[in-house]
C-alpha cells in the first residue's frame, strides 16, 4: 500500500513537471506575442532552454547516478560545434531552417553521445571519484582540440584540417573561391545562421523531459538507482553495474550536446573558450541547488539563476557579487528546516537527501 | 503536493516580477547623466530655426563593454571616454544632446547580446560597442537583424563589421594592424629577427598574427620563433621566451593583450633577454595596469593610433579630463570611445536626424552619409569609413620612454 502510494507521487510529480513546463512556455509566448515580455527577457529564452536541458542532463549523471561529472560543457561544446558545422554544411542541401535545426541537434547529440562514449568505457569501470578527474580533464581537451580545428565547406564538400602546430589558417584548408569557413581555430564558429527559437527550445525541453523522466522511473532507471544507493547489493542481485552506468552517462552527454547545438545556433559567434570549467560548474551549481535527483528542481534553478545576473544589472559593478550573496542565501535557506516546513517540504527530506 | 506545486509556481512568479521591477529600476537609476528627457524640449526650441541637415532632440546612446572581469580596462576606459565626449556635446548646446548608458558584458557574447538587449528595453537609438570582439560578432548580428547602428571602438576583426551594412568600427581592423606592423618593422628595423608570442585561443591575437605572418613573407620579414599560449597558460612564458632566445630573435612580436604581456616583459627580464618587443594595440593599458612595474616595459614599441602625450589640443584637453575625472591617463580605447561619440555625433548632424526618430530611422539615414563624412579625432585626423564599416586613418608607432608613449 505504502509502495503504491510513492509511486502515485512520482507519477504525479511528473505530470506536474510537464505540466509546469508547458504552461510556462504558453503563458511565456502568450506575453511575447502580446507584447508584455521586454526584450531583454526575450532574448534570453534560447539559452534558459539550453541551460535547463543542461540541468536536467547533468542531474541524471550527478542526482540520480550519482557520479560527479565536471566537464558537461565540454559534451555542450562538442554538440554546438557539431551542430553548427551540420547546420552550415547543409545550408544549400537543406533549405528549411527547421529541417536543419533538428539535424543540427541530431548531429550535436550524435557526436557528444560517442563523446560520452569514449570517455565512460574506461572510467565507469572504477569506483570512486576518477570520473570527476576525467571529465574535468576532457572538458579541457575538447576546448584545445576544437581551438585547433579548422573547417569550412565549399562546392566539393566538407574540408578539415587539425592545426596541431598553431601555423595553419583557413587558406590552408584549399577551398574552392564559393567556400565558407566554419570553425576558425581558436576565432570558433563565426557568422553562424541563427535557426534557433524559443519554440524549439521548449520542445527540447519537453522532449528532454520524457527522456530523463522516463529512464528514470523504468526499470533501467530503478536499477541505476540502487547503483547510486548500494554499489555491492545492486552488484549482488546481478545488476551489470557498467552497463546502467554508461546508459545514463550516454544519455546525460547526448543530451547536454543536443542543448549544445540548440546554443550555438542562437549566437552568431561561439569560441570553444565559452565551455570551459566555468561553465561546468554554473550548470552544477543549477543542479545542485535545484536539488540532486529533483528534475523539476534543475528547471527552476536554471531558469531562475540564468535570469538572476540579468536582472541584478542595476548594481552595475557589483552585479556578481550580490548574485553570490543570493546564492549563499539560496542555498542556507533550502536547507533551513523551518523554510522548508513552511513550503510542505518537510515530508521531501528523504528524498532531497 | 499539490500545495508544494503551487508554492514553487509563486515563488517563480514573485522572481519573476521582481526580475521585471529590476529592469525598470535600472533604468532610472543607472541613467548617471544629468541632461535627462527633461532638457530636450528645451533644447528642441533652442535651435528651431536650424537649417536642414543639422540634427537636434536628445538621442539615447547605448555603451556596451566589459565593466567587470578580464578584460575590464577596456571597456571602462572606452565607456569613460564616450561619457567624456557625451558630456562635452550636452555642454555645446548645438541642440543636440545625448543620454548615455553603459552595460556590462564581461567580454562573453552570451552577455553582450543579453546586455545589448537590456539597453533596448531603456530605448537605445544609437549603440556605441560591444568593445571586444567576440561579443561584437554576437552583437553584430542582432544589430543587423533589428537595423540599429553600431560603432565599436575597438572590436578590430573583420568578422564583426564583415555582411553587416550598420557595423562601423573605430578602430583599425586586425589585417590592418598586423600588415601595418609588419610594415612598420621591416622598414624600420630592417634585418630584424622575429620571434612572435601569441594567444592561438583568441580571436583578436590569432587574427593579427595570420595577418603579420602572411605580410612579414610578402615583405621578406625573417621569423624565426613562434610560440602560443592559451588562456589557461598565460602565466608563464619561459618556454617560448627560452625558444625565442636560442633561436636569436632579437624582435619579439606581441599580438596580444597587455596581462599575458606584463607576464612577458618580467619573465623576459629576469631571464637576461632583452630584445626589442613590440605590441599592438591590446598592449596599450600596460602603463595604468596595477602593481606593474613600469621600467619593464621601457623600450617597448606599440602601434597604436593614440598617443595620451601629443601635443595637439584636443588631446591635451581630453587627457586632463580624464585625469580629474578618474585619476590615470586615458588609453587608446579611451580615445576609441570618445571618438565613437563624435562620429555618432558628425554623422547625426550629417543626415539631419531628430531625436523623436526610431532607432530603425536613423540607423538607415546614418548608414547612408557614413561613407560621406570625414571626422577629425583623437585616433587620427580625417577619418573616413568605407562602406563595409572600415575606417581608413594612419597607423602610429610610439615607444615607451620614461612611463610614456613617444613616438621614435
Known amino acids: 500500500m505504502k509502495k503504491l502510494k510513492s509511486l502515485k507521487t512520482t507519477t504525479k510529480v511528473d505530470f506536474a513537471t510537464y505540466f509546469g513546463v508547458i504552461a510556462a512556455f504558453i503563458v511565456v509566448s502568450l506575453l511575447k506575442s502580446g507584447g508584455f515580455l521586454n526584450r531583454s527577457l526575450t532574448g534570453m529564452l534560447v539559452p534558459i532552454c539550453c541551460y535547463i536541458v543542461m540541468a536536467v542532463s547533468l542531474n541524471l549523471t550527478v542526482g540520480i547516478l550519482g557520479e560527479l561529472s565536471l566537464g558537461h560543457a565540454g559534451f555542450m561544446s562538442v554538440g554546438a560545434f557539431s551542430g553548427v558545422i551540420a547546420a552550415m554544411s547543409l545550408q544549400s542541401a537543406i533549405p528549411s531552417g527547421w529541417v536543419r535545426l533538428v539535424v543540427a541537434i541530431a548531429a550535436g547529440a550524435a557526436f557528444a553521445a560517442l563523446a560520452g562514449f569514449i570517455v565512460g568505457v574506461p572510467v565507469l569501470r572504477l569506483r570512486g571519484d576518477y570520473l570527476a578527474i576525467v571529465t574535468l580533464a576532457f572538458g579541457e581537451i575538447i576546448k584545445e582540440l576544437i581551438n585547433c580545428l579548422l573547417v569550412g565547406v565549399d562546392e566539393k564538400g566538407l574540408h578539415m584540417a587539425f592545426n596541431i602546430s598553431g601555423t595553419l589558417t583557413i587558406d590552408d584548408l584549399g577551398m574552392g573561391p564559393g567556400g565558407t569557413a566554419i570553425i576558425k581555430g581558436a576565432q570558433g564558429a563565426t557568422g553562424t545562421e541563427k535557426l534557433a527559437s524559443f519554440g524549439a527550445g521548449f520542445i527540447l525541453v519537453m522532449l528532454t523531459l520524457v527522456i530523463v523522466l522516463n529512464l528514470v522511473r523504468s526499470r533501467t532507471g530503478r536499477a541505476v538507482m540502487a547503483i547510486r544507493d548500494n554499489r555491492i547489493a545492486a552488484e549482488s542481485i546481478g545488476v ?114 | 503536493m499539490m500545495k508544494k506545486f503551487f508554492g514553487i509556481l509563486l515563488a517563480l512568479a514573485m522572481v519573476l516580477s521582481l526580475a521585471a521591477c529590476g529592469g525598470s529600476g535600472g533604468d532610472k537609476t543607472a541613467n548617471d547623466n544629468p541632461p535627462a528627457s527633461t532638457d530636450a524640449p528645451a533644447n528642441n526650441n533652442a535651435p528651431a530655426d536650424a537649417p536642414s541637415g543639422s540634427a537636434s532632440g536628445t538621442f539615447k546612446l547605448g555603451g556596451v563593454g566589459p565593466l567587470t572581469g578580464d578584460a575590464a580596462i577596456y571597456g571602462n576606459a572606452a565607456m569613460n571616454g564616450a561619457k567624456i565626449a557625451v558630456d562635452e556635446i550636452n555642454a555645446l548646446g548645438s541642440g543636440v544632446t545625448f543620454e548615455f548608458q553603459a552595460e556590462d558584458d564581461v567580454a562573453d557574447g552570451e552577455t553582450s547580446v543579453n546586455a545589448y538587449n537590456t539597453l533596448m528595453d531603456w530605448g537605445m537609438q544609437v549603440l556605441v560597442g560591444p568593445v571586444t570582439t567576440g561579443a561584437a560578432i554576437a552583437v553584430s548580428a542582432e544589430i543587423y537583424n533589428d537595423r540599429v547602428f553600431a560603432l565599436t571602438p575597438s572590436a578590430s576583426s573583420t568578422d564583426v563589421i564583415s555582411g553587416k551594412d550598420n557595423m562601423f568600427q573605430v578602430c583599425f581592423t586586425d589585417p590592418n594592424q598586423g600588415v601595418g606592423s609588419a610594415d612598420y618593422i621591416s622598414q624600420n628595423m630592417s634585418g630584424a629577427k622575429v620571434g612572435i608570442i601569441y594567444r592561438n585561443d583568441d580571436a583578436y591575437s590569432q587574427g593579427i598574427r595570420d595577418t603579420f605572418v602572411a605580410e612579414a613573407g610578402k615583405v621578406g620579414l625573417e621569423i624565426v620563433s613562434e610560440g602560443t599560449f592559451t588562456k589557461d597558460t598565460q602565466s608563464d612564458f619561459s618556454v617560448q621566451l627560452t625558444d625565442a632566445k636560442s633561436k636569436g630573435a632579437d624582435l619579439i612580436f606581441l599580438p596580444t593583450y597587455y596581462q599575458p604581456n606584463a607576464v612577458i616583459l618580467n619573465q623576459a627580464k629576469g631571464m637576461g633577454y632583452a630584445p626589442t618587443f613590440f605590441g599592438v594595440d591590446g598592449m596599450d593599458g600596460i602603463l595604468t595596469m596595477e602593481n ?95 562602406e563595409t564599416g572600415e575606417v581608413s586613418k594612419a597607423p602610429m608607432a610610439v615607444v615607451i620612454k620614461d612611463g610614456v608613449y613617444v613616438t621614435p
Not at chain 2, 335 to 345: N, P, Q, S
Request: proline share 2%; net charge negative.
Open chain 1, 240 to 353: 551489470n553495474v557498467t552497463k546502467y552506468k554508461m546508459i545514463a552517462f550516454i544519455t546525460s552527454a547526448a543530451l547536454a550536446g543536443a542543448a549544445g547545438a540548440l546554443y550555438g545556433l542562437n549566437y552568431s559567434s561561439l569560441a570553444a573558450s565559452k565551455f570551459d570549467f566555468n561553465t561546468s560548474i554554473l550548470v552544477l551549481v543549477y543542479v545542485v541547488l535545484g536539488g540532486l535527483g529533483n528534475i523539476w528542481g534543475s528547471i527552476i534553478a536554471a531558469a531562475v539563476l540564468y535570469i538572476l545576473p540579468e536582472a541584478l544589472r542595476q548594481f552595475s559593478d557589483y552585479r556578481m557579487l550580490v548574485y553570490a550573496i543570493v546564492l549563499i542565501l539560496v542555498m542556507l535557506a533550502t536547507n533551513n528546516p523551518t523554510i522548508k516546513t513552511f513550503l510542505g517540504w518537510k515530508s521531501k527530506g528523504k528524498e532531497a537527501a
Open chain 2, 292 to 386: 606593474f612595474d613600469t621600467s619593464l616595459a621601457e623600450g617597448v614599441m606599440l602601434l597604436t593610433p593614440f598617443s595620451a602625450d601629443a601635443a595637439d589640443e584636443r588631446t591635451k584637453s581630453f587627457v586632463a579630463k580624464y585625469n580629474e575625472l578618474h585619476g590615470e591617463t586615458p588609453n587608446q580605447f579611451a580615445a576609441d570611445g570618445y571618438d565613437a561619440v563624435y562620429i555618432i555625433y558628425a554623422a547625426l548632424q550629417a543626415a539631419g536626424c531628430t531625436g523623436d526618430m526610431s532607432a530603425e530611422e536613423i540607423c538607415e539615414a546614418i548608414v547612408a552619409v557614413m561613407p560621406t563624412i570625414s571626422v577629425d579625432g583623437l585616433t587620427g585626423q580625417g577619418m573616413t569609413w568605407a
